[in-house]
């Protein structure tokens, strides 16, 4: 999938590929999903055909009803009997998004299917959420209520009707305006939920709980709100019997430090996907995550790679001063990961001036591998060491394809999923960012990697590899001792970041970019406790 048209490609636990939308699940509501939570065309259409193919059907014509949306509510049961949190008992509830908009042809087979579910478990076992459009119109502020009523008479068109309705909107829903959506879309008045613009994310739960939302769910499908309600719990809640206004206090302080911080940092984000800034969406995230825990507010520099080459400052001075200038004043930089050759030389050379500056410098995959080319050109001399993804005929191959993936075939070719990392040196500050564990576990998306063979030459010079795969073979983790904070990684800590738990890497940089990374170190015994300020805040 191109970052440029779909943004993000997210990865997940057992190492299946989706969009941004899983991501944004998993980190808001702390789960662990797997390749099975996205149903896709493609994946329903697949299974039907190898059905027919095994002869499943028994030489039936195959047809959309009731072959195809049979095939999807079979995967919906499936799915949601499956654990996804850390308690490892089957969920209760699950939440179906059926994205697209109501009257889209690709969602036409879905909406059928639900309609066919709904039937099969009762109404007693589904609830139907809707979320409409209530824009604000012209100087006079007046809600307009049409493409919200127009949505849901296609919905009941299609054989469902909405059991509450989320109104999305600038400004608070009326009561005026919600006795009009309740009158013309049969919904009581009482389960038509203002969503309107808030300061930030981590009120809608306290949005949603003020209207009663919670209490509504759990007496349509017979649940106890004590028994259901959750917390992020980091730490404010200590009774699990808590009633569910009070456990909102977790998203509470959430809020509240969001609105309310001590400071500022400014991160420098070096990419090469500018057009869509949702192709670094969990990256940014996690940044925010990190700078919500040390209480200060995050500002983000987009800065191109391309314009920080030489051949930028030909081309186009004015943009390659304004990204040198914008590299140059932020406090920290972080190099995301990406494929292809255009703004590597840029990303390489974002790598040298923050190793020569002292500048807190994060490499992430590629990140890494530019700042291993970096480091071989100007420590060891290598002229013209590259990976051989940007130059097949490099004299110094210091990053290479691996070793047992295809070359001609791109699907499927990378190393994917939660993979071990060792930290062999304890005393390392990628040791110390993980609070000290040896063992750590992050996800991958690569296909070139950095030669275990060039490693002794580079830790001679002092770029040390402190974390490895099991087998000493692959690197995962780099960093540089005399250095406040030039930290790399082979793997994507930005997946497992949470707003109360954010990614040890990503809080390092923010605390080394704002000179309290020594004084939190010393602070937590030696080893970076993460949630620690979380637990203060409460």
């Not at 299974?47 to 027919?52: C, Q, S, Y």
């Not at 060039?454 to 960093?479: I, N, S, W, Y």
């Amino acid at each position: 999938m191109s970052p440029l048209e779909h943004g993000e490609v997210y990865v997940l636990e057992d190492g299946g590929e989706a969009d941004l939308d899983l991501g944004n699940y998993e980190r808001f509501l702390d789960l662990t999903l797997t390749s099975g939570h996205s149903l896709t065309s493609g994946k329903v259409y697949e299974k039907v055909i190898k059905l027919e193919r095994t002869g499943h059907y028994l030489g039936k014509t195959v047809q959309m009803v009731p072959h195809v949306t049979d095939a999807i509510q079979e995967w919906i049961s499936d799915i949601a009997s499956k654990p996804v949190d850390r308690s490892g008992l089957r969920p209760e509830v699950c939440l179906v998004e059926l994205g697209g908009t109501v009257g889209d042809i690709e969602s036409a087979v879905y909406l059928e299917a639900m309609q066919q579910f709904l039937f099969k478990v009762g109404r007693e076992n589904f609830l139907m959420i809707h979320l409409g459009m209530v824009p604000v119109i012209g100087a006079t502020g007046e809600p307009k209520t049409k493409p919200c009523q127009h949505s849901v008479k296609l919905l009941r068109e299609a054989g469902l009707k909405p059991d509450l309705l989320m109104c999305r909107s600038e400004v608070p829903v009326d009561e005026a305006t919600r006795r009009k959506l309740s009158l013309f879309c049969q919904v009581a008045p009482e389960h038509v939920i203002s969503m309107h613009d808030v300061s930030n994310l981590y009120q809608v739960p306290l949005l949603l709980a003020e209207q009663n939302v919670g209490s509504i769910i759990c007496n349509h499908l017979g649940l106890s709100t004590s028994r259901v309600a959750r917390s992020l719990s980091f730490g404010c809640q200590k009774d699990a019997e808590t009633m569910p206004t009070q456990r909102l206090a977790d998203w509470k302080v959430l809020s509240d430090r969001t609105d309310s911080y001590i400071g500022n940092v400014t991160i420098a984000l070096v990419g090469k996907y500018m057009g869509n800034p949702d192709a670094y969406a969990s990256v940014v995230k996690a940044l925010q995550h990190a700078a919500l825990e040390a209480n200060l507010h995050l500002k983000l520099e987009w800065v191109d790679s391309s314009m920080l080459e030489p051949n930028a400052q030909q081309q186009e001075p004015k943009k390659y001063e304004a990204a040198w200038s914008a590299l140059k004043s932020a406090q920290g930089v972080l190099v995301p990961g990406g494929f292809g050759t255009r703004g590597i030389e840029g990303k390489v050379a974002t790598a040298g001036y923050c190793r020569a500056a002292k500048k807190p410098y994060l490499g992430i995959c590629v990140g890494l591998q530019t700042a291993v080319i970096e480091f071989a050109r100007s420590e060891l001399g290598w002229e013209g060491a590259n990976s051989t993804e940007f130059d097949e005929a490099t004299p110094h191959p210091v990053v290479e394809f691996l070793p047992e993936a295809s070359s001609t075939v791109m699907g499927g070719t990378m190393r994917l999923g939660s993979r071990a990392t060792i930290i062999r040196d304890p005393q390392s500050l990628a040791c110390k960012l993980y609070g000290g564990k040896p063992v750590i576990y992050e996800r991958h998306r690569h296909r070139y990697e950095v030669t275990a063979s060039c490693v002794p030459a580079f830790e001679a010079k002092g770029l040390h590899f402190t974390g490895q795969d099991d087998r000493a073979q692959r690197m995962e983790l780099c960093e540089l001792r005399d250095h406040p904070f030039f930290v790399a990684c082979q793997f994507h800590p930005e997946f497992q970041s949470r707003p109360a738990k954010p990614g040890p890497l990503f809080l390092g940089l923010v605390l080394a970019a704002t000179g309290q990374l020594e004084k939190r170190l010393e602070a937590d015994g030696g080893v970076l406790k993460v949630g620690a300020g979380f637990q203060k805040a409460c």
